[in-house]
């Protein structure tokens, strides 16, 4: 609104504004002007709303949905095996929800709609005071876990514990399966649940990997099956760990670089025996369990993973 200054009437308003007069009469005939008055919320009705936490259930409850499903494999004896997998069926996300329920013209009637989309669906769930978490893939971090962390870190400060060497000089190495079951999966629930882990698929097509990264080296090995059993699984002992990094960690040791492993049995066992020493490999001492961030050979994985 315009205060009007002495010598102004009203006459004068709607040419300072630029408004019409009728405007201005009809503003001055309010108590308040417009900034000051505060518009009612609109309500739903009550039948709009039943249809909303309608939907908004039908949704929870197809993000909950388990079933089980068999699948069938032969065992390293030529035997065939009946599994059963319990799997989050049929749906995971917003998108596959409303894919779902378009394709179900029974669950269209219950919420009364001739077709729904994801972004209603999305949008009925967060109303509900639900939001996507991300499954964690893998175990928990311990105290002692975290406590070993700690203490390796502290350990590669200077001047605590100088390293003997450079931290450019290191070839970090791991193991990685890549399977058809690998990706990110969320989990709709609200603040303060607790948030199951993922559960993976034991079927599906995949294939191990060795590889060792580092300042201006890098290997990297296709872990073979066990062709003595014609079993398909890979298992990682002392045996077939230093058959496959035999070649590769002896180019570490060429490249006057330090050996880092994580602490798998496999691992351990033979660093205990002496495998390393015997060829003059130096390995990093003290490497904390569960601490897969700490290697970059994890971002290598990421890289390749996607």
């Given at each position: 609104?315009?205060?009007?200054?002495?010598?102004?009437?009203?006459?004068?308003?709607?040419?300072?504004?630029?408004?019409?007069?009728?405007?201005?009469?009809?503003?001055?005939?309010?108590?308040?002007?417009?900034s000051k008055r505060t518009r009612k919320p609109t309500e739903l009705s009550t039948k709009r709303a039943l249809v909303r936490t309608r939907r908004a259930e039908m949704a929870e409850s197809l993000l909950r949905?388990?079933?089980?499903?068999?699948?069938?494999?032969?065992?390293?004896?030529?035997f065939s095996v009946k599994t059963a997998l319990i799997v989050t069926m049929p749906v995971n996300s917003p998108t596959k929800v409303a894919r779902y329920i378009n394709q179900d013209k029974k669950l269209l009637?219950?919420?009364?709609?001739?077709?729904?989309?994801?972004?209603?669906?999305?949008?009925?769930?967060?109303?509900?005071?639900?939001?996507?978490?991300?499954?964690?893939?893998?175990?928990?971090?311990?105290?002692?876990?975290?406590?070993?962390?700690?203490?390796?870190?502290?350990?590669?400060?200077?001047?605590?514990?100088?390293?003997?060497?450079?931290?450019?000089?290191?070839?970090?190495?791991?193991?990685?399966?890549?399977?058809?079951?690998?990706?990110?999966?969320?989990?709709?629930?609200?603040?303060?649940?607790?948030?199951?882990?993922?559960?993976?698929?034991?079927?599906?097509?995949?294939?191990?990997?060795?590889?060792?990264?580092?300042?201006?080296?890098?290997?990297?090995?296709?872990?073979?099956?066990?062709?003595?059993?014609?079993?398909?699984?890979?298992?990682?002992?002392?045996?077939?760990?230093?058959?496959?990094?035999?070649?590769?960690?002896?180019?570490?040791?060429?490249?006057?670089?330090?050996?880092?492993?994580?602490?798998?049995?496999?691992?351990?066992?033979?660093?205990?025996?002496?495998?390393?020493?015997?060829?003059?490999?130096?390995?990093?001492?003290?490497?904390?369990?569960?601490?897969?961030?700490?290697?970059?050979?994890?971002?290598?994985?990421?890289?390749?993973?996607?």
């Open positions: 609104m315009v205060h009007m200054s002495q010598g102004e009437n009203a006459e004068q308003i709607p040419k300072l504004v630029k408004v019409s007069p009728a405007t201005v009469r009809a503003w001055m005939k309010r108590p308040e002007p417009p949905t388990k079933v089980i499903r068999t699948a069938r494999r032969s065992s390293p004896l030529g009637h219950n919420i009364g709609r001739a077709k729904v989309s994801a972004a209603t669906i999305r949008r009925d769930l967060k109303g509900a005071a639900m939001k996507p978490y991300m499954k964690r893939n893998g175990p928990r971090f311990t105290e002692r876990h975290l406590r070993l962390r700690v203490e390796f870190a502290r350990g590669l400060l200077y001047p605590v514990r100088p390293l003997p060497f450079l931290l450019e000089e290191i070839a970090f190495t791991d193991e990685k399966w890549f399977d058809s079951d690998d990706g990110r999966e969320v989990y709709w629930a609200r603040k303060g649940d607790d948030i199951p882990h993922r559960r993976r698929d034991q079927h599906g097509h995949k294939i191990m990997v060795w590889a060792a990264v580092g300042f201006n080296f890098r290997r990297i090995v296709r872990i073979p099956r066990d062709s003595t059993t014609n079993s398909a699984a890979i298992k990682i002992n002392e045996a077939s760990y230093v058959k496959v990094i035999d070649v590769h960690a002896k180019a570490v040791r060429d490249a006057h670089l330090v050996f880092q492993q994580d602490g798998a049995a496999g691992h351990k066992k033979a660093e205990r025996n002496g495998w390393f020493e015997n060829r003059g490999i130096r390995v990093l001492k003290n490497w904390p369990p569960n601490s897969p961030d700490l290697s970059p050979i994890e971002t290598l994985w990421a890289v390749i993973a996607r």
